[in-house]
């Protein structure tokens, strides 16, 4: 059984541009949140995708933005980058019922200059 | 709305003594409660989560958490901690509310460290 796996593992970018970060969800997960974790913090959720609608936001702003794809892999889209989106995100996978285990990629390290 | 509070961001214990990390929750509802570890440069590794099914759970490595209604608790212990526990420990409660099917809302974490 492959777990969840995420790209690319490191990223660094600058101030204004625009990111793309990818997850591939565990076998038989059709849901996939996305979290971003800054330094020294826990992890905050930013979305949930489920069947390929967006199912659930945190307090992030529109210029995150996500997409599921029919294999419920995924993609979280920042633009404008700031120096604060510097963190790692998270993205994990999970069976639909509320209560079930979302399993965790290993993230994905972004760092805005 | 659900929260989650750690307390204490660091816990030091000496290899061989008892781990005690503290988590307390707030919820309107029968909560679903999970504890993640986190190693150096690594994603989040599930430990153990309650359901409700029992107050007691076990857990991987040997760490169990007690959920405790009355005292909106569900701490994490290990009797005898190795070096290898050394890590960042969230506790999670999640959000049945919010619209989606339950995300995470994460306490600040627990740094543990062991000392030989």
């Known amino acids: 059984e492959t777990g969840v796996t995420q790209s690319p593992t490191h990223l660094i970018k600058t101030r204004g541009q625009q990111v793309t970060l990818r997850c591939s969800s565990q076998?038989?997960?059709?849901?996939v949140s996305w979290y971003q974790q800054a330094l020294g913090q826990g992890p905050q959720f930013i979305f949930q995708y489920y069947r390929e609608e967006e199912n659930g936001r945190g307090n992030f702003p529109p210029r995150f933005s996500g997409l599921q794809f029919p294999n419920y892999s995924s993609e979280l889209n920042v633009n404008a980058l700031e120096l604060d989106d510097s963190a790692l995100y998270l993205c994990?996978?999970?069976?639909?019922?509320?209560?079930?285990?979302?399993?965790f990629g290993p993230g994905t390290r972004l760092t805005v200059l | 709305a659900q929260s989650v509070t750690q307390l204490g961001s660091h816990v030091s214990v000496s290899e061989g003594a008892l781990v005690l990390l503290r988590c307390n929750y707030s919820s309107s509802v029968p909560p679903y409660l999970f504890w993640y570890v986190q190693y150096p440069n690594q994603g989040l590794q599930l430990l153990l989560k309650?359901?409700?099914?029992?107050?007691l759970v076990k857990g991987i490595n040997g760490f169990e958490a007690e959920f405790k209604k009355s005292e909106t608790s569900f701490h994490l212990t290990k009797p005898s901690a190795h070096m290898s526990d050394a890590a960042e420990y969230f506790c999670a409660v999640s959000d049945l509310g919010g619209g989606s099917q339950g995300n995470l809302i994460f306490g600040k974490g627990t740094k543990l460290s062991v000392k030989p």
């Open positions: 309650y359901t409700s099914a029992a107050t």
């Open positions: 076998s038989g997960h059709n849901t």
């Open positions: 994990a996978s999970s069976p639909r019922d509320p209560g079930d285990t979302q399993y």
